[in-house]
C-alpha cells in the first residue's frame, strides 16, 4: 500500500498553529489515516473493498469496542513550544517519543509565558489543584512582577555564563515559565488518550489549549476517526458499578441509593450527560448501530 496523502494534512504540515502568548503547536508530519486504519483492520482484504459508509461505521466499531491497533498504525510528529510547567504535566504521557532542546548544548531564549489578566485567578476552594472563576483583585500588579523577575533572572542566567560559568549548571536556575521546544512522536491511539485527558474541563488551562491545537491536527488527518473518537470517548460519560444501579434503581421509580461525595459525583455526570448534543449532520446510525468487523 502506498503512502496515504490527506489533502487537509497537506495544508496543515509545517503551519504554526499559536499557542498562548508565544507557544505553538506545528504538523510536522504524518503516516497513514482512516484508509490505513481500515486497511489495518481488513488485513486480509484489498484497497477499494469496502464503500465510505462501510470504512465509517468499520471505524466507529473499533473505537466503541476499543479494539485499538489498527489506530496504532497511524503516526503522527509535532513540534511544539511551552513553557517548561506545562512540558512537565505532557510529559507523563509516556507512550510518545520525543527529543527536547538542551540547555546543555544551547543558550536558552529569552521567551518567559506570561498569563493574560484572565487566567490570573484564585485558588479553587474545592480543588486543591485548580483555580476558581474569579481573577484576583492585584492580578495587574501580579503580572508586573512576574515580567520583573523573569529578566532579572534571564539577566542572571547570561552573565553567569558570560562569565564562564557551564551552560548545563546556569540554566538550573531558570523558572518553569521559560519556553522549551521539542519534537514529539504518537500513534493516534495513544494521542486520542492523552487528548480525552487533556481536553477535559478539569485538565490546566494552560494544556488544555495545546491538545485542543493537536486535536485540529489528528482531524485534518484522520477524520472518520476523530469523529469516533469524539463519539465514543470525547463526549462520552463513564459510570461506575455503584452509579449504574443507582441509574438502575431510579429508572425503576425506586430512590437513588447513593449519598454523600457519591450521590455528588453521580449527578456532576447526570449534569454531564444532559449537556452532550449532537452535531447537525451526525449520522446516528454509523455512530451507534452495530457493524461488521470487516
Not at 485540529?216 to 449504574?244: G, I, T, W
Request: hydrophobic fraction near 40%; aromatic fraction near 8%; charged fraction near 25%.
Amino acid at each position: 500500500m502506498a503512502r496515504v496523502i490527506v489533502e487537509a494534512a497537506e495544508q496543515l504540515l509545517d503551519q504554526e498553529i499559536k499557542v498562548l502568548d508565544k507557544g505553538f503547536v506545528r504538523l510536522v508530519d504524518y503516516m497513514g489515516s482512516d484508509e490505513r486504519i481500515v486497511q489495518a483492520a481488513r488485513v486480509s482484504y484489498g484497497s477499494g473493498t469496502k464503500s465510505f459508509r462501510q470504512d465509517k461505521g468499520l471505524i466507529n466499531y473499533l473505537m466503541r469496542n476499543q479494539h485499538t491497533s489498527p489506530f496504532e498504525q497511524v503516526n503522527l510528529t509535532f513540534h511544539t513550544k511551552m513553557p517548561i510547567f506545562v512540558a512537565r504535566q505532557w510529559v507523563r504521557h509516556r507512550t510518545a517519543r520525543l527529543n527536547e532542546i538542551s540547555g546543555r548544548y544551547s543558550i536558552m531564549k529569552d521567551e518567559f509565558y506570561v498569563p493574560d489578566l484572565g487566567q490570573m485567578r484564585g485558588q479553587s476552594e474545592d480543588n486543591k489543584q485548580a483555580r476558581s472563576d474569579e481573577v484576583i483583585a492585584n492580578a495587574t500588579e501580579m503580572i508586573a512582577e512576574m515580567e520583573a523577575d523573569q529578566r532579572l533572572i534571564y539577566d542572571h542566567y547570561t552573565g553567569m555564563v558570560d562569565q564562564g560559568l557551564a551552560r548545563e549548571i546556569a540554566r538550573s536556575n531558570l523558572p518553569l515559565s521559560l519556553y522549551t521546544e521539542w519534537y514529539w512522536q504518537i500513534d493516534l491511539h495513544n494521542l486520542f488518550r492523552f487528548l480525552h485527558l487533556r481536553m477535559d474541563g478539569h485538565a490546566q488551562y494552560e494544556i488544555r489549549v495545546y491538545a485542543e491545537a493537536m486535536a485540529k491536527c489528528a482531524k485534518a488527518v484522520s477524520p472518520l476517526a476523530y469523529d469516533a473518537f469524539e463519539e465514543h470517548m470525547l463526549n462520552s460519560v463513564r459510570f461506575s458499578r455503584q452509579e449504574c444501579v443507582a441509574m438502575s434503581a431510579i429508572m425503576a421509580g425506586g430512590a437513588n441509593p447513593l449519598e454523600g461525595r457519591a450521590l455528588a459525583i453521580f449527578e456532576q455526570k447526570l449534569a454531564a450527560m444532559q449537556a452532550i448534543r449532537l452535531p447537525e449532520d451526525d449520522d446516528a446510525n454509523l455512530a451507534v448501530g452495530e457493524v461488521s468487523p470487516v
